[in-house]
């Protein structure tokens, strides 16, 4: 889940229940990446704090849509959901046309420096 515009179209319910379904369904058996792309960090690291405790492996996660991100403002949302959520695996979502960020060679060598 999470590269068909599931963060605006399902509301919260209809997300978890999907989440649980998977989880539920696979049983450990393959890791589970789970979007949690929102409009604001602190929903992304709710979502991805939930997502984790039902038993998902980590993230697919762009930066907040909508939102026109500089360099140091995105590397630090990253950061920020890292450090927060710091058991789950980020696979960074970089869709440039979706996000209106390019994820420029900077940021891919500034990320590293914050996972554990």
């Known amino acids: 889940m999470g590269t068909f515009g599931e963060c605006a179209t399902l509301t919260w319910e209809e997300k978890r229940d999907y989440v649980s379904t998977v989880v539920e369904t696979i049983r450990g058996r393959v890791p589970y990446f789970c979007g949690t792309t929102a409009l604001n960090t602190r929903e992304v690291i709710r979502q991805t704090r939930e997502f984790m405790d039902m038993g998902a492996s980590g993230t697919m996660l762009g930066v907040p849509m909508w ?17 927060a959520v ?31």
């Open 67 to 83: 939102v026109k991100m500089d360099l140091p403002t995105a590397v630090q949302f990253y950061r920020d959901v890292a450090e």
């Open 86 to 116: 710091p058991e789950a695996a980020i696979a960074i979502y970089a869709n440039p046309e979706a996000f209106k960020f390019d994820f420029p060679r900077p940021f891919w060598q500034k990320c590293p420096k914050f996972r554990r």
